[in-house]
């Protein structure tokens, strides 16, 4: 267990309507990523942080943007959620050996 | 980017029966790893296993770094077993690109 949470778990949320959605770890690992999976596609990389205040895009970053100001919290943000961003959000850990380990994951439905 | 297929995408296997999942990536790496999503959704790390070969119990994984491969090994099949298995590969270690799965079901 890599002591990884996620709130909420479960959101349905409106079109247009901003979302927040929070990771928070307890063990102070360096790496921290935000998935999405959609049925077809496996988890696909949306953004990664690699420290305080330090972040990058990943290869579904349109719409979606990333704030991390402290090294437990790393935060995904939906400016302006659409309907196409309906999915299951994981956020993970890299530990010390390279590993990634996974939090319990979010369902996010936009109507 | 890297491309990572699966095989097979979908298989049914009979309780106590013996499986062997495939991942073929497109370039060289020096990550590789195995999880597992169990059917609530779980994701487990299984295998950290950029090259070589590892046993955990009933599983056991093998890469072939040189000839872009990995397997996955699942003997005694049991129910709980069931799930999606992902394979994720990458070049350095601050990311990894995953394949679409395979999901398998074990009957008892």
């Known amino acids: 267990d890599a002591g990884i949470t996620q709130s909420p778990r479960h959101k349905v949320t409106e079109t247009g309507t901003p979302v927040t959605l929070r990771c928070h770890q307890t063990?102070?690992?360096?790496?921290m990523y935000w998935y999405r999976q959609d049925p077809g596609h496996g988890l696909r990389l949306i953004h990664y942080?690699?420290?305080?205040?330090?972040?990058d895009k990943g290869e579904v970053s349109d719409g979606y943007s990333v704030s991390r100001s402290k090294t437990e919290d790393f935060l995904l943000t939906l400016e302006s959620a659409t309907s196409s961003q309906t999915s299951v959000y994981f956020c993970?850990?890299?530990?010390?050996?390279?590993?990634?380990?996974f939090g319990p994951g979010t369902r996010l439905t936009v109507t | 980017g890297i491309q990572v297929e699966q095989s097979p995408p979908d298989l049914i296997l009979q309780e106590g029966a013996n499986s062997t999942l495939r991942c073929n990536f497109s370039?060289?790496?020096?990550?590789l790893q195995w999880f597992h999503q169990n059917p609530w959704g779980q994701l487990i790390n299984l295998f950290y296993?950029?090259?070589g070969t590892k046993q955990n119990g009933r599983l056991s994984a093998t890469t072939v770094a040189t000839e872009r491969y990995s397997l996955l090994y699942i003997s005694s099949s049991q129910t709980t077993d069931s799930g999606v298995y992902f394979c994720?590969?990458?070049?350095?270690?601050?990311?990894?690109?995953f394949g679409t799965g395979t999901k398998l079901q074990v009957i008892p």
């Open positions: 993970a850990i890299r530990g010390d050996g390279y590993e990634q380990y």
């Open positions: 063990e102070n690992h360096r790496y």
């Open positions: 942080s690699y420290g305080v205040k330090d972040t």
């Open positions: 370039d060289s790496v020096n990550n």
């Open positions: 296993i950029p090259s």
């Open positions: 994720a590969v990458g070049r350095g270690y601050q990311k990894v690109t």
